[in-house]
């Protein structure tokens, strides 16, 4: 995606992209239950399979470069394009795998995006932390139908997503990140203190408002710094999700440690304090990017 887009645009693309998870997410488990219960789960499990299939052959019709130089198979038939881009693909992997012996460590991670990826991570770890044990919270609490909660986030982090990538295009990172700060760090103290539905849902409109603000934005300047790194966009975008994964993953087992010793309000305490801490150094990181980059950039 981010080779195919102009640069200026980078950030409304990403965000279009990321609706794609999002409506999968939201439909996804809905359709696999159902047809779970009326087929059995190894049919699921089945539809899945091919599913994945579908989508290995739809991405041999993915042309690479830059889309204004063309597509070299326009000219051929169907069947003779299709017998092209397999035999690229056979080529690709062949001297893809015969590069992984002389890796270096830029040939893996985008070291220029660390620091947006430890900011991904921040959100991730909220995120993480929430949707695991929201049910456990809801519970304990003595809170019913806390399962709107996942709907709400969807409808949220679908239209966060939509204006998140436009804006970051247009005015830059800042703009963008320090509401997403702000929007989350709100979010956890009032799950500190929650004890209706009405506010848990509150809270979800929130969180997903911030993390569709901050999650496009820090990527397409993940994608932006990849772009500038000698054409690293491959390895900028996999530095990106190095973040969110490891916040996803160490996020609850730190919170559920804390919630062990101080309860679910220490834990959204937790949270809360993490990213007004996130929020402190971010503003120095963009302090000494202002004295190296132009203001277009950040």
């Known amino acids: 995606v981010s080779e195919k887009l102009p640069l200026k645009r980078l950030g409304e693309g990403i965000g279009w992209f990321g609706i794609s998870f999002i409506v999968a997410a939201a439909i996804g488990p809905g359709i696999g239950a159902v047809i779970g219960s009326e087929f059995g789960y190894h049919v699921s499990f089945m539809v899945s399979g091919l599913l ?23 000219n051929v038939s169907r069947a003779a394009a299709f017998k092209m881009r397999v035999s ?11 590069e992984m ?10 070291v220029p995006a660390l620091p947006l990826t430890f900011f991904a991570g921040i959100f991730g770890l909220v995120v993480g932390t929430i949707n695991t044990f929201i049910v456990v919270f ?4 003595g809170i019913s139908g806390v399962s709107l909660y996942f709907v709400v986030a969807a409808v949220s982090l679908f239209a966060a997503r939509l204006v998140s990538g436009r804006i970051i295009d247009r005015r830059g990172l800042s703009i963008v990140l320090y509401p997403a700060f702000i ?9 500190a203190g929650a004890y209706s539905l009405w506010v848990i849902l509150l809270c979800a409109v929130l969180i997903s408002l911030g993390q569709g603000l901050a999650q496009p934005a820090l990527q397409t300047i993940c994608m932006r710094i990849g772009r ?18 490891i916040g996803q993953g160490i996020g609850p087992m730190i919170s559920g440690a804390i919630s062990d010793g101080f309860g679910f309000s220490g834990m959204f305490m937790f949270c809360a304090v993490t990213v007004a801490l996130s929020t402190v150094v971010y503003a120095f990181y963009t302090g000494r990017r202002k004295t190296k980059v132009s203001p277009t950039d950040r």
Do not use: M, W
């Open 183 to 191: 929007l989350v760090i709100t979010a956890a103290l009032l799950f």
């Open 52 to 74: 994945f299939l579908a989508a290995v052959i739809l991405t041999l019709r993915i042309t690479s470069g830059d889309a204004t130089q063309g597509d070299p198979h326009a």
């Open 88 to 98: 690229e693909l056979r080529v690709n992997l062949r001297a893809a795998f015969g």
């Open 101 to 110: 012996s002389s890796l270096h460590i830029d040939d893996l991670i985008c």
């Open 138 to 141: 809801a519970e304990h609490r």
């Open 228 to 245: 500038e790194d000698n054409g690293k966009i491959g390895v900028a975008a996999s530095t990106y999700f190095i973040g969110p994964d």
